[in-house]
């Protein structure tokens, strides 16, 4: 059977097949793989959290601890299949929880921490999740308000577990369950408890896309596809039980989470060490501190530490590699960073959907700053075709297609956007404009998909458009991004008011897209009034018109 559980489209069976001959999918689960590592080297340092008192847990610790949870969140009938939304920082609990869930084989739904209400509540209800776990204040920002506000119109949400102060929700302190520890005290810690976890084949969980769309597409991982791209990534990159890899990025993001990042780490059995906020001041002294060997950075982080690292006087003697990827870095900021920061440098092209390129530890220096690399796996296919759906001539632009071993086939109960994200043969539609170099590593070069890549952090213009369109005054909104000297890109909404409607200022525009509850990044950084937008010959507003208008004005940031 290759069913992966519900409503997640999957591979057809001759391709599993295939994946399971070649090696790639090795009937691995998460709980089983983690069982593994605490058996093999249960005293090793599978996890620091630093800050704000540093505590450790050894592999075995980590699986006895992710047992115990397991069996707490069982007892409140949780079961396997269940959808839970996780929302923590940067947190030792945050990994505690997904790898228990992962062991009973719920689903996390991995929400960032800066989402608010319109994005929880959609997570809460489209899942029709049983759990919300939440920090009880981070950033400045209550969650648990949010939280009974969210449970109330949420009818399946059962439970709301909070890591610190719980309020009127549970606290996540008291979900291990005690009987569950007593078991693992009498037998030795090996032995399974009676869980009916997962099957390789089947759901681990549900990873946010970027996303084009008016609401976030869901994206459907099984342990066999995940578990490839997480060990193809550790060859590449020289993970090892040695490695001690920084989760600099929210923990969530795919990109720290699986290039290889600390899932990847955990596979090889090395140290993952938990960095609460990614600014020098913070990640310096903990790359100091605990001997850092390799972390996962967006391109404006790069070009901060890349400034920072020469002058703030912080030993960081021990980093050996950094990936830099999320969004296009430039050749000139790739060319910098190995001399300040004293280390390798590697360029990630990923998505959650699936693919991922790295440049290679042993390719040239120039291809290095100057691609994005090329695929993990023998069997990623990729295609480049034109707008007809043509390949493009070798060495041509096109769009990027790709299939493989761990490149999801549909996003979850999404059976109409699916239709059109994913070709019939099951090549699924990046949106991203690459071309190949004749080495096979591929240079991106723009974007045909409606999306802001805001420093990494991914904006669905239309969602952005939605929100602003409640607003009594606005009779119609494009947004667009415009190019920034730092992030890449920012927003830019074109707004159009109604007839006879007040003047509004583009602080008032902000302030009502923020306070409609999303996350920061998505309110717009720049506001414009027009009078009407460009149209393209079918009488649809044109993004590519309003980009170009937007360029040559737009200011650069600091
Ligand atoms: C240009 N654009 C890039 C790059 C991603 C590893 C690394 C990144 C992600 C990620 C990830 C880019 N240069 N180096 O999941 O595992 C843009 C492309 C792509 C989209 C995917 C991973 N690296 N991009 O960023 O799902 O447009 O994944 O399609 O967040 O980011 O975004 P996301």
């Avoid at 409140?76 to 869930?101: C, M």
């Avoid at 990109?255 to 990640?283: E, H, I, K, N, Q």
């Avoid at 790069?302 to 703030?312: F, H, I, K, N, S």
């Avoid at 969004?327 to 190995?338: C, G, P, Q, V």
Wanted: hydrophobic share 40%; charged share 25%.
């Amino acid at each position: 059977a290759t069913t992966p559980g519900i409503d997640a489209p999957t591979w057809p069976v001759e391709f599993a097949e295939r994946y399971r001959a070649a090696g790639y999918w090795r009937g691995e689960t998460f709980g089983g793989v983690l069982r593994e590592r605490a058996a093999a080297h249960p005293d090793r340092i599978a996890l620091v959290d630093p800050a704000p008192e540093r505590r450790t847990w050894t592999y075995r610790e980590l699986d006895e601890r992710v047992d115990r949870l397991a069996a707490g969140f069982t007892a409140r009938g949780i079961s396997k299949g269940d959808r839970v939304v996780l929302q923590l920082p940067n947190v030792g609990e945050f990994i505690e929880v997904v790898l228990a869930l992962l062991r009973m084989g719920a689903l996390p739904v991995y929400a960032l921490p800066a989402h608010r209400e319109t994005e929880i509540a959609y997570f809460c209800s489209f899942t029709e999740a049983v759990a919300y776990v939440i920090p009880d204040q981070h950033a400045g920002f209550d969650h648990r308000a949010l939280a009974t506000r969210v449970k109330e119109r949420t009818p399946s949400l059962r439970h709301v577990f909070v890591v610190g102060e719980p309020g009127e929700h549970t606290a996540l302190s008291e979900v291990p369950c005690a009987v569950s520890r007593e078991v693992s005290r009498k037998v030795s810690y090996e032995t399974p408890l009676p869980l009916a976890g997962p099957e390789p084949h089947e759901l681990a969980f549900l990873q946010l896309s970027g996303g084009t769309t008016g609401v976030p597409k869901l994206i459907p991982r099984t342990h066999d596809d995940y578990l490839y791209s997480l060990w193809g990534s550790n060859e590449i990159c020289g993970v090892d039980a040695d490695t001690r890899f920084l989760v600099v990025l929210p923990a969530a993001h795919n990109f720290p989470m699986s290039s290889p990042g600390w899932l990847g780490v955990l596979y090889a059995g090395g140290t993952s060490v938990l960095c609460p906020r990614p600014d020098p001041a913070t990640a310096f002294p903990i790359v100091e501190r605990e001997r850092i060997t390799m972390t996962g950075l967006v391109p404006p982080l790069a070009l901060v530490w890349t400034e920072a690292a020469p002058v703030t006087g912080h030993d960081l003697s021990s980093l050996d590699l950094v990936l830099v990827g999320g969004a296009k870095y430039s050749a000139e900021a790739a060319r910098r960073l190995s001399p300040a920061l004293g280390c390798r440098l590697m360029q990630v092209f990923g998505m959650a959907e699936g693919l991922v390129n790295y440049t290679r530890l042993d390719d040239d220096p120039e291809t290095v700053v100057t691609t994005q690399g090329r695929p993990i796996s023998p069997d990623d296919e990729i295609r480049l075709v034109d707008d007809a759906g043509q390949d493009v001539p070798e060495g041509g632009f096109g769009h990027l297609l790709t299939r493989g071993p761990y490149t999801i086939r549909g996003y979850w109960r999404a059976p109409e956007h699916n239709a059109t994200a994913f070709t019939e043969d099951g090549f699924y539609r990046t949106g991203d404009i690459v071309r190949r170099t004749p080495s096979g590593h591929l240079v991106v070069e723009g974007r045909a998909k409606d999306q802001i890549n805001r420093g990494g952090e991914k904006i669905a213009p239309e969602e952005v458009e939605n929100i602003i369109l409640a607003h009594p005054s606005v009779h119609d909104v494009s947004v667009v991004a415009v190019p920034d000297a730092y992030l890449g890109e920012r927003s830019l909404a074109y707004v159009v008011l109604r007839a006879g409607a007040e003047p509004l200022k583009p602080a008032s525009v902000k302030r009502f897209v923020r306070a409609r509850g999303v996350a920061a990044y998505k309110v717009p950084d720049l506001v414009e009034f027009v009078d009407t937008f460009p149209q393209t010959g079918i009488g649809k507003v044109s993004k590519k018109t309003l980009r170009s208008a937007a360029a040559p004005a737009a200011p650069a940031a600091p």
